[in-house]
């Protein structure tokens, strides 16, 4: 059984950094595709940033150049490394997994196919 543990969220200021990690477990294939979401209050869940096994990843714009995403397959832990925080970036951030990945590592499959964290709320004030 996939588990999935997210933490590092916290509060901070605008311009602050965090960085998150999704420590992943019960991993069976060598193919994944993983990733960060976030939800928050009174809106949809959207995709943050993606990564697969091959290293290739992907961001929303609204946080390209901001946020990093990175995996230590040592460690089996998934990272996301936000910078230049803005409040509208306050969530509940969710670390996602899904093993084997489809044939693309995509946002909507790895929302549709996933396994979920509990999530880590991220909280910026202005």
């Known amino acids: 059984q996939l588990q999935l543990v997210e933490s590092g969220g916290g509060s901070v200021q605008a311009g602050g950094s965090l960085r998150l990690s999704c420590a992943a477990s019960?991993?069976?294939?060598?193919?994944?595709?993983m990733g960060w979401f976030r939800q928050a209050p009174g809106k949809e869940r959207e995709g943050v940033a993606i990564?697969?096994?091959?290293?290739?990843?992907a961001y929303a714009d609204s946080v390209k150049g901001r946020f990093t995403i990175s995996q230590d397959n040592a460690k089996n832990t998934l990272y996301l490394q936000l910078n230049s925080l803005k409040p509208e970036d306050t969530a509940m951030y969710y670390c996602?997994?899904?093993?084997?990945?489809?044939?693309?590592?995509?946002?909507?499959?790895?929302?549709?196919?996933?396994?979920w964290g509990q999530g880590t709320q991220v909280t910026v004030s202005s």
């Open positions: 996602a997994a899904e093993t084997p990945r489809s044939w693309v590592c995509t946002f909507p499959s790895l929302s549709l196919k996933g396994y």
């Open positions: 019960g991993f069976s294939h060598s193919s994944y595709c």
């Open positions: 990564i697969d096994d091959y290293g290739r990843s």
